[in-house]
């Protein structure tokens, strides 16, 4: 075991106590020392005034953040013009660069960052926790949120779901394609006339036929559509009437005959993330497709759809808190240099309050994530400890699970939209050009109060938690 | 007959952990350094150090003999983090020879003397064929650590190398050096030291699996007495100021004039 220094005066270079740091992962929040009093760089390409003081993470966490950050820094960067260009290119819609950096993040390991380690089908899988996942979206977001959504939508989305639920023979198929960049995955749940009420509305149906079942109905707004190879995919049963609804999650390669996908969509932000609409045509699929065990999971979409929903907007939180770091670091370094009557206009009495109320809601956007994500962490490690999973009977749901993950998203979005706002205000006319990334900013993070859940639903769904509390 | 195979290669990476090349350093208000306070990282030349070490690890032919990369930095506690990037990158072992963390950072001729303590201890299990370093570190600009290595050991020295070429059969290596008229070629013998020029190759980035399986691989500690070797400074550092600031320049109106101010400023025909 490695001996960890720590540094515990918050001031200069003094001497320090040496701490024994448990390998394992533990609840226990640390100071990490800043290591300057202000900006911090990643790469050198990135300069961020992103305060890790505040955070909380154990250093084996603060040292997986900097990695991930360096190759956002390194890797993406350079690449944020061509994916939001690609995007935009309603011609050809190759997305090549997306593409590219897609497997460039396989090779990194960012692709399976929560499957685990002993998962016998694939060596990429990093075991690690939600936190870890929730650190690489963020840092993807602060290059490119675009790209940020699409690696969540696969990562999480598609593969978390695929790693949890899939059975021997279809995880031993998908995940090492998954996580070594050779296949792009997809999760499909809303439909034209099924968003909020996913479950009441949907329309897309499985009708169980003799040696599987047959698709028919239409996704819409799903991301990676245009690209991916593989779709998780909920779909309606075909019940007796006055039985009970139940629904089935099915994996659907992109080659099922009956199967296509419509153009991509012409989006007002995260242009750069190929969207578009999933079309069934008497898809036939076989018994095998059913994610998970058949004879257990049938009929059992709405547990596995509605158990990742939490994990979902816990992970792609990350998206909103990256996008606001972003904005921050913009504004604060364009006003510090823009003049005007003399001095930097950040020193204007107005300027100072923006920039104030702009760095509170980063930092404690980000605090509450990460505390949600901590609680998510140690609820499924005390789980693992005792060898319950969330297939097996004595598997307790921890009771504000659901409704953290969803305050965390809420919150996180609300900022985020507000922070970016702001950055474009702080820029001036410059905000209302696309030469600076303010417009961009709010555009991207203005999705998540869409994507993933409404703001309405999340507000609804909290409400409705603590009503349950009362029942 | 086929000539035996070369036995096992050790490669020894010097890495320096130095301010980061992205940062605005600042003056420190004594003027006798720069405010540390600031990211620190591996010296970038030390970077594609390391990375050599790896190519050439992944050059070798198949069957060869496995090569053996040990990373090695002096340096107060928190230098451990550079090892951990180089071992994540792809060397195999590493060794920190500690340093207190008030320590003044060590001068070219200590560290040089310090490798080649290592090296003399090592010789007990194996012999080190080859070091690289970065041709010099980021934070002093000596540049020197490299050829003192070389004087003290007597081993042949390829300076500023922009190529490497093993010939293992033949036990040396060609290497192309970037000097101030164009390129030159050298062919140094086993064992030899490489500096490594900016051009080189280009570093990967150390992905996660690997950062992961690095916290695996063993670290070696030391002491400067372990080695029997002192740091003590042999340079004091008087003053440390900025650049003066970049005053306006003049136009001239012609030829004859600008012959004029530069003959007043001191210039004089050579």
Request: glycine fraction near 8%.
């Amino acid at each position: 075991m490695l001996r960890t220094f720590i540094r515990i005066s918050p001031s200069s270079l003094r001497l320090t106590r040496p701490i024994r740091r448990c390998a394992q992962r533990s609840y226990a929040t640390s100071y990490i020392s800043p290591s300057s009093r202000y900006e911090t760089y990643h790469g050198g390409q990135i300069k961020t005034y992103y305060n890790s003081t505040l955070t909380g993470l154990s250093p084996a966490e603060n040292e997986f953040r900097e990695a991930v950050w360096e190759f956002s820094a390194r890797v993406v960067q350079p690449k944020v013009a061509a994916i939001e260009r690609e995007g935009g290119d309603t011609e050809t819609h190759e997305y090549k660069t997306l593409v590219e950096v897609h497997k460039e993040m396989a090779e990194m390991g960012l692709h399976g960052v929560t499957v685990p380690t002993e998962d016998l089908t694939s060596s990429l899988g990093l075991g690690l926790s939600y936190t870890h996942h929730l650190l690489a979206m963020e840092a993807i977001s602060y290059s490119s949120a675009s790209l940020a959504l699409s690696y969540g939508a696969h990562s999480n989305l598609c593969v978390n779901q695929l790693s949890r639920w899939g059975s021997d023979e279809q995880r031993a198929q998908w995940i090492p394609g998954l996580l070594d960049g050779t296949y792009i995955g997809a999760l499909a749940m809303s439909e034209t006339g099924a968003g909020s009420d996913v479950l009441g509305s949907m329309r897309t149906v499985a009708k169980k036929v003799d040696d599987g079942y047959v698709l028919n109905g239409n996704k819409f707004w799903i991301t990676n559509g245009p690209k991916a190879d593989v779709f998780i995919v909920y779909a309606r049963d075909v019940v007796e009437p006055g039985a009970k609804q139940t629904f089935t999650t099915f994996l659907v390669p992109r080659t099922t005959p009956g199967f296509s996908t419509g153009k991509p969509l012409d989006k007002f932000g995260m242009r750069g993330s190929p969207t578009c609409e999933l079309i069934f045509e008497d898809v036939f699929l076989p018994s095998t497709a059913v994610l998970g065990d058949p004879a257990s999971l049938q009929g059992k979409g709405a547990k596995v759809l509605m158990s990742g929903l939490d994990l979902e907007r816990l992970v792609l939180s990350g998206g909103p808190l990256g996008i606001m770091q972003a904005a921050y670091d913009t504004a604060v370094e364009y006003v510090h240099q823009r003049e005007q009557f003399g001095v930097p206009v950040a020193t204007i009495g107005s300027m100072q309050a923006k920039l104030a109320d702009m760095y509170t809601k980063v930092n404690t956007a980000r605090t509450f994530v990460y505390a949600v994500a901590r609680a998510v962490d140690g609820h499924n490690a005390e789980a693992q400890i005792q060898g319950l999973g969330p297939k097996d009977k004595g598997y307790t749901y921890p009771p504000f699970q659901r409704r953290d993950c969803a305050a965390a998203i809420m919150y996180a979005t609300d900022k985020a939209i507000e922070v970016a706002m702001e950055c474009m205000q702080c820029l001036g006319g410059n905000g209302y050009i696309n030469d600076y990334p303010a417009a961009r900013y709010l555009a991207d993070a203005r999705l998540y109060a869409v994507g993933a859940g409404t703001q309405e639903v999340r507000r609804w769904l909290i409400g409705r938690e603590v009503n349950s509390d009362f029942e | 007959m086929r000539p035996s195979p070369a036995r096992w290669l050790n490669i020894l990476v010097p890495v320096k952990r130095a301010v980061d090349y992205a940062v605005k350093i600042r003056v420190n208000p004594q003027q006798t350094g720069v405010d540390m306070n600031v990211k620190h990282s591996m010296n970038p030349f030390d970077e594609i150090a390391i990375e050599e070490a790896v190519r050439i690890r992944e050059r070798l032919p198949k069957g060869s003999e496995p090569l053996t990369i040990t990373a090695l930095t002096i340096g107060p506690p928190k230098s451990v983090e550079t090892l951990r990037t180089a071992l994540a990158m792809g060397a195999d072992n590493a060794i920190h020879v500690e340093i207190p963390e008030s320590a003044p950072a060590p001068e070219p001729l200590g560290v040089a003397k310090a490798i080649r303590a290592i090296i003399d201890k090592q010789k007990e299990k194996e012999n080190v064929d080859m070091v690289i370093l970065g041709k010099q570190a980021i934070d002093d600009d000596l540049g020197q650590t490299g050829q003192m290595l070389a004087g003290l050991l007597g081993w042949g020295q390829a300076t500023y190398a922009s190529k490497v070429e093993l010939d293992l059969e033949q036990r040396n290596a060609v290497v192309t050096r970037e000097i101030d008229g164009g390129l030159e070629q050298v062919r140094v013998r086993f064992p030899m030291i490489v500096t490594t020029d900016l051009r080189l190759n280009e570093p990967r980035y150390a992905s996660l699996p690997n950062i992961m399986k690095a916290k695996k691989k063993p670290v070696t500690k030391l002491t400067p007495a372990d080695l029997g070797v002192s740091f003590e400074p042999q340079m004091e550092v008087l003053k440390v100021t900025e650049p003066p600031k970049r005053v306006g320049g003049a136009k001239v109106d012609s030829v004859d004039e600008l012959v004029e101010k530069l003959k007043a400023a001191g210039f004089t025909a050579v």
